[in-house]
């Protein structure tokens, strides 16, 4: 998910947002609100090798599952709270839409020390609501950081499958 402020006059017209325009001779002001534009996410072309992300099993529920993220690299990883579902149809994978309005993740970082694997409860039920049978996949972020402005975005994805007489806890 892309977080953009909207200020010229041509896209406040063309976006989906509340937006306000005012005219004093020959300046046009435009006054817009954030838009949320849902963006799915760049898989690099190549990961580097010992990072990982996968699903622990049999802790998958239609509300939530259990994964573990690990890296054996030289890399300082760090990761947060965001995710993004996706499921399979037709072949492609497409990001789930929020079940609620304005869902939102806080923005902590996390250590991912090398060597020792961390288990993630996900729990997307309050974010996506109880998810029918499918493929789905879930997307994270983890970032290489070396300081300021520094730093490389890696994106994770662990599949799993929803069947038929799974029930959330």
Request: overall charge negative.
């Amino acid at each position: 998910v892309i977080l953009r402020h909207l200020t010229d006059t041509t896209a406040c017209s063309s976006a989906l947002v509340s937006s306000q325009h005012t005219s004093d001779g020959f300046l046009c002001k435009c006054i817009c609100t954030f838009v949320i534009v849902p963006t799915l996410p760049a898989l690099p072309e190549t990961l580097p090798d010992g990072i990982s992300l996968s699903v622990l099993p049999g802790s998958v529920t239609p509300c939530g599952a259990s994964f573990r993220l690990f890296h054996n690299t030289n890399a300082e990883l760090q990761f947060g709270a965001a995710y993004t579902l996706q499921k399979l149809q037709n072949g492609e994978w497409s990001n789930l839409p929020y079940a609620i309005e304005n869902g939102a993740f806080t923005m902590e970082a996390y250590n991912l020390p090398k060597g020792e694997p961390q288990t993630l409860t996900v729990s997307w039920g309050w974010l996506y609501g109880e998810l029918p049978p499918g493929e789905y996949r879930l997307v994270k972020t983890v970032s290489d950081f070396r300081g300021t402005g520094d730093y490389d975005d890696y994106t994770l994805t662990a599949e799993f499958t929803i069947g038929e007489f799974i029930a959330c806890n």
